[in-house]
T-cell receptor, first 116, second 113 residues
Framework: AQKVTQAQTEISVVEKEDVTLDCVYE???????LFWYKQPPSGELVFLIR??????QNEISGRYSWNFQKSTSSFNFTITASQVVDSAVYFC?????????????FGSGTRLSIRP | SAVISQKPSRDICQRGTSLTIQCQVD?????MFWYRQQPGQSLTLIAT?????????ESGFVIDKFPISRPNLTFSTLTVSNMSPEDSSIYLC??????????FGQGTRLTVV
């Protein structure tokens, strides 16, 4: 069975601090996708990144970076120099890799609060 | 990327009534999904909306309670039937095309009183 665990329920940091959101996943599939989504207070779900299981290279996009480690089944997300606008709930998610898209299994989410 | 529009964005409904939520995608997509997000919780998949056939429901969700239609490759509806306060949630439509990231609508905030 597939499962995504986000052990950090809530994180609060002061603006400009770096913060890492943890994500651990379980799957029996050898090929899969991992995602991060952001849900701001307005409620919409904003896609941040998709990573396939073949590619363990870390990725950086501006202040965001992702560390994928297959050996520990982790896909952690780091925000550098956090800003108040980063305050949101962040979801890590997992889906199978098929010729057609598969359903996504979400973690429980981490609520991130950035204090000015 | 696909743009997904959901209607209504929010509603307050009386218990015992039904609400139909519409999901429109700006391009043809292979897969459409409906998720529920209860207050303070994560997203749970309700069903996969299959074009031209019956939806595939996840454990704990049944067609009588959550009938789904998908008449074409760009549109789907979810009905929440015989509502109770426990159905108060955000309902989100999702769509993807092949091996691409899944995009989500802005959600429908439902409050049942």
């Amino acid at each position: 069975a597939q499962k995504v665990t986000q052990a950090q329920t809530e994180i609060s940091v002061v603006e400009k601090e770096d913060v890492t959101l943890d994500c651990v996943y379980e799957t029996r599939d050898t090929t899969y996708y991992l995602f991060w989504y952001k849900q701001p207070p307005s409620g919409e779900l904003v896609f941040l990144i998709r990573r396939n299981s073949f590619d363990e290279q870390n990725e950086i996009s501006g202040r965001y970076s992702w560390n994928f480690q297959k050996s520990t089944s982790s896909f952690n997300f780091t925000i550098t120099a956090s800003q108040v606008v980063d305050s949101a709930v962040y979801f890590c998610a997992l889906s199978e890799m098929r010729s057609s898209a598969s359903k996504i299994i979400f973690g429980s989410g981490t609520r991130l609060s950035i204090r000015p | 990327s696909a743009v997904i529009s959901q209607k209504p964005s929010r509603d307050i409904c009386q218990r015992g009534t039904s609400l139909t939520i519409q999901c429109q995608v700006d391009s043809q997509v292979t897969m459409m999904f409906w998720y529920r997000q209860q207050p303070g919780q994560s997203l749970t998949l309700i069903a996969t909306a299959n074009q031209g056939s019956e939806a595939t429901y996840e454990s704990g969700f049944v067609i009588d309670k959550f009938p789904i239609s998908r008449p074409n490759l760009t549109f789907s509806t979810l009905t929440v039937s015989n509502m109770s306060p426990e159905d108060s949630s955000i309902y989100l439509c999702s769509a993807s095309q092949g091996n691409t990231e899944a995009f989500f609508g802005q959600g429908t905030r439902l409050t049942v009183v």
